[in-house]
Structures are given as structure tokens and as C-alpha cells.
């Protein structure tokens, strides 16, 4: 038994290091990402020396040899083995994120809640180091960008249909991830006079029929707008139409979510009909977080040296 004054992770950095070294591995590399509520690493990539990789038998020889000679000369530490790691390089990728549990994940702060954020970690055996960086994503939104689509004729038939059922506005609102899915939207109508209209299934389901048939009456630069078949279609065809590609222009950054609100109703000056749009864009971005590094002392016991008796000359 030595007695030594190794932190846990230092120690745990030498184990780690030294076995590795005996499989011939010259670095390996872990990658991590996450964001809003979960994170996990994403691969362990291994460099070898030779080309040829360790056979799953050797790595078990050398585990086994490592054990032993840990718990001869430092029964003192602890060494855990990874839990449900397979054979191989699985067991490698396995013993590297172990060490990333419980010795390096502490000192990255929150890089799988909310925008998350993503990192490496990387052992280098020549080096001796386990060094560590993390960066965080970070979202920042853009100023609202409003126009207007005057189409009096179409805008004046639709509301006129709506006015049938008490509505005098059309409010929709719609989410959009950053490839364009449209992952949410919601309706609202208001009477003439702003406050909420409320209509069950059935009613919503006539003012569709009653849109669907003003549609087919009516068409854009030329080509017919074609009826829909529920509330969300007719929603997202007004936004293919008339919003999409505007709207799109005046983002240039790199998106990562962007919201859309649109109106069917009278323009602010109360003249005619129109569809006023509104479009917020989320941009992404990354801010460095923490890096560091753990050089693992060399661990083992001190080399002796052996004293030779001196003679004398005749």
C-alpha cells in the first residue's frame, strides 16, 4: 500500500490514461450536446497508434490487470466499473463517459436545459491532460416585421361570409421551427366590436364551407386559391400566399424559430378589408462557456535504484 494525495479525479484521470495506454490508444474524444430538458453524449470517437484496434479479449486482459494492480498499490481510491458496458471499444466508450459523469459534467454548467448547448471533452496520453469546453446556445429575437396584403375583393367576400356568424376579424397565430414546420397555431375571433367570438365545432366547420366557396371565386396574380379542408389548412394557405415569402426576405441571419400573426379584418385607418401580418424571427447563436484541464500525475510505484558496491583497486 503507498500513501498518496491524489484527488479523486486525478487519480481517476491516471487510471483512466494509463489503461488506455496499454491498449495503444494515443487519444480519445467524447462530444455532448443537449438543450430543453435532457442532454446526452452524442459519440466517443478512439486514435490508435497501430491500426489495428484491440480485440474485445485484450481489452478484458488489460481491465483485469489494471484492477489488479490498482488494488494492490492504491486499495485506497476507488475505481467503478461503467455499468451495462459491453465489450471492446463499447466498454472503452463506456469507461471515458463514466469519467465524464462524475468528474468533468460538474464543471459545465447547464448545457442540456432550455437553448442547452453542446461540448467536447478530450484525452490526450502523450499529454497526460483531459481538457474540457463547453459553449451554450443562446437565442436573440429580431424586430417584428409588419406589412399588409390588400386585397380588397377577396378580403370584403370573406368577411362578409364571417359576418354571418357574428365575426369580424380572423386572428391567427402560427410557430415555426427553423426548417418552416409549423409546429403550432391557434385562432381567435373577434366581433366587430374586439371582443372574443367563441364557435364550437359545427359552426367553424360552416364558416370553413362558407370561406371554401368565396375561394373558389376568387384567385391570386392569376391562379385560383383552391378551397381547404379544415381551419388549419385555410390558415396556412393564407400564409403560403401572402406571407411566406415577404416574411422570409426579411430575415438574413441564421434562424432558429420564427412566429407569424396575421388578421382578416378592416386595416387601421378602418378603409377597407386587408391581412395584416406580423413576423418575430429567433435567431441562434453560441456563447464559449467553460474549459479546463486535469494533467494526471503519474501513479505507480517509485522506481528503486540499485546501490552497486564500489571495489576497490588492487
Not at 369580424?168 to 366587430?192: K, M, P
Not at 373558389?216 to 396556412?236: C, N, Y
Request: proline share 4%.
Amino acid at each position: 500500500m503507498t500513501t498518496t494525495n491524489f484527488s479523486a479525479e486525478e487519480y481517476s484521470a491516471s487510471f483512466l490514461i494509463d489503461f488506455l495506454a496499454t491498449l495503444g490508444v494515443r487519444r480519445a474524444e467524447l462530444s455532448f450536446s443537449g438543450g430543453g430538458d435532457s442532454g446526452a453524449v452524442d459519440q466517443v470517437e478512439f486514435t490508435y497508434a497501430r491500426k489495428r484496434r484491440p480485440t474485445d479479449e485484450t481489452v478484458t486482459e488489460q481491465w483485469l490487470l489494471a484492477l489488479a494492480r490498482h488494488h494492490l498499490l492504491y486499495p485506497e481510491y476507488k475505481v467503478e466499473l461503467p455499468p451495462h458496458a459491453g465489450k471492446g471499444e463499447k466498454f472503452l466508450s463506456a469507461l471515458v463517459e463514466k469519467h465524464f459523469d462524475n468528474h468533468i459534467n460538474s464543471h459545465l454548467g447547464d448545457w442540456y436545459n432550455n437553448e442547452g448547448g453542446r461540448g467536447s471533452v478530450a484525452v490526450d496520453i502523450a499529454d497526460r491532460a483531459i481538457r474540457h469546453e463547453v459553449c451554450y446556445n443562446t437565442t436573440s429575437h429580431g424586430e417584428p416585421h409588419t406589412a399588409k396584403a390588400n386585397h380588397p375583393d377577396l378580403f370584403t367576400a370573406l368577411l362578409a361570409a364571417a359576418n354571418s356568424f357574428g365575426v369580424g376579424s380572423i386572428e391567427v397565430e402560427l410557430d415555426f421551427d427553423s426548417e418552416g414546420y409549423c409546429w403550432s397555431q391557434t385562432h381567435t375571433f373577434h366581433a366587430i366590436d374586439g371582443t372574443i367570438v367563441v364557435l364550437d365545432e359545427s359552426q367553424q366547420t360552416a364558416l370553413l364551407t362558407t370561406c371554401s366557396a368565396v375561394l373558389r371565386v376568387h384567385s391570386f396574380d392569376g391562379k385560383p386559391l383552391g378551397t381547404a379542408d379544415s381551419m388549419p389548412e385555410l390558415a396556412l394557405q393564407f400564409y403560403e400566399t401572402f406571407v411566406k415569402i415577404p416574411a422570409l426576405e426579411t430575415s438574413t441571419d441564421e434562424v432558429e424559430s420564427f412566429a407569424v400573426r396575421y388578421a382578416i379584418g378592416p386595416d387601421a385607418e378602418q378603409l377597407f378589408p386587408s391581412l395584416e401580418w406580423t413576423a418575430t424571427f429567433c435567431y441562434h447563436d453560441t456563447d464559449d462557456g467553460d474549459s479546463g484541464e486535469v494533467i494526471a500525475p503519474v501513479i505507480g510505484p517509485a522506481v528503486k535504484r540499485v546501490r552497486r558496491s564500489r571495489r576497490r583497486a588492487a
